[in-house]
T-cell receptor, first 111, second 115 residues
Framework: GENVEQHPSTLSVQEGDSAVIKCTYS??????FPWYKQELGKRPQLIID?????GEKKDQRIAVTLNKTAKHFSLHITETQPEDSAVYFC??????????FGAGTTVTVRA | GAVVSQHPSRVICKSGTSVKIECRSL??????MFWYRQFPKQSLMLMAT?????????EQGVEKDKFLINHASLTLSTLTVTSAHPEDSSFYIC???????????FGSGTRLTVV
């Protein structure tokens, strides 16, 4: 099955700085890579996703890059704000629809 | 669009009793629904995948007789935790997918506490 590894497990950044989270996956058949933000006790919220036919995608302060050859993808958050503090999960799936999640990154934005 | 409703949001039950959790897709037909369990400060672990009208497919290590899943319609899936024990206390979340191209929509989660 798919194995998704995520680093770092915790990330503390100064407000206004950038945050980068990296994930690797094992299954070359994976073709969908979403990123979720989860606040304590709440459901995961999709913040951005990318499919295997695209190398990069950007939505305002959030961007995701995908390197299919190396089987890794990254989340970039620019101009971080205190409300960006949360746990972020990467995930991967193939045509069987099953999402495999990374272990999560706790992001803290210091004011 | 793409709203998934999950109930109850919190439940406390006595050890040995059963608890049913409902997951409904409100504005779309979900061909596939997924059930996850999340322990504190951990990731989401897939428990099972259910398709409407067929038996659920359970992940390795998940007891199918303990976690009963029913996907009777394209808008409703239920998870019943049978003979619950304190170690079953966790956050259970469902998600629904129309097709892979539409992504996944998560329910709001159910905090189960077994005392």
């Amino acid at each position: 099955g798919e194995n998704v590894e995520q680093h770092p497990s915790t990330l503390s950044v100064q407000e206004g700085d950038s945050a980068v989270i990296k994930c690797t996956y094992s299954d070359s058949a994976s073709n969908y890579f979403p990123w979720y933000k989860q606040e304590l006790g709440k459901r995961p919220q999709l913040i951005i996703d990318i499919r295997s036919n695209v190398g990069e995608k950007k939505d305002q302060r959030i961007a995701v890059t995908l390197n299919k050859t190396a089987k890794h993808f990254s989340l970039h958050i620019t101009e971080t704000q205190p409300e960006d503090s949360a746990v972020y999960f990467c995930a991967a799936s193939s045509d069987d629809y099953k999402l495999s999640f990374g272990a999560g990154t706790t992001v803290t934005v210091r004011a | 669009g793409a709203v998934v409703s999950q109930h109850p949001s919190r439940v406390i039950c006595k050890s040995g009793t059963s608890v049913k959790i409902e997951c409904r897709s409100l504005d779309f037909q979900a061909t596939t629904m997924f059930w996850y369990r999340q322990f504190p400060k951990q990731s989401l672990m897939l428990m099972a995948t259910s398709n409407e009208g067929s038996k659920a497919t359970y992940e390795q290590g998940v007891e199918k007789d303990k976690f009963l899943i029913n996907h009777a319609s394209l808008t409703l899936s239920t998870l019943t935790v049978t003979s619950a024990h304190p170690e079953d206390s966790s956050f259970y979340i469902c998600s629904a997918s129309r097709t892979a191209n539409y992504g996944y929509t998560f329910g709001s989660g159910t905090r189960l506490t077994v005392v």
